[in-house]
């Protein structure tokens, strides 16, 4: 199991299995929020501290929640507003021991213009 927090500790996550594979995405959000970005299954990551400890942030199409500590501003994750068969959670890395990051392998998506990966 794979702890992780925003810098206060108010919200804390835990990844239900160790993740091989992290996108760093450029669209105009995620470029400016960081990452690198894990997926699993909606409901399979432990959120601690949520909702009482956040805020989200809702753009586009609305069919996702970007989520942040309301005290120290560091972005956890994202959620579907409706979660339905299938959804699932992107967890933000960063809030994760360097060493996790580093033994992922780290795939460069363009969500800015191609929606590819443009590490291939």
Not at 9 to 25: D, I, M, Q, S, Y
Not at 35 to 56: C, K, L, M, N, R
Not at 61 to 89: F, S
Request: glycine share 10%.
């Amino acid at each position: 199991m794979h702890e992780g927090s925003c810098h206060c500790g108010a919200v804390r996550l835990t990844l239900p299995a160790t993740p091989t594979e992290a996108t760093l995405c450029n669209c105009s959000l995620c470029r400016r929020k960081g990452g690198p970005w894990v997926y699993f299954a909606f409901g399979s990551v432990q959120i601690t501290g949520h909702p009482e400890s956040t805020d989200e942030y809702v753009w586009g199409d609305r069919t996702i929640r970007n989520i942040r500590c309301k005290i120290c501003g560091c972005v956890t994750h994202w959620e579907p507003m409706v979660p339905e068969q299938g959804a699932r959670h992107g967890v933000n890395l960063g809030n994760f021991d360097p060493e996790l990051i580093a033994s992922v392998r780290v795939r460069r998506f363009d969500g800015a213009d191609t929606w590819t990966f443009i590490d291939e």
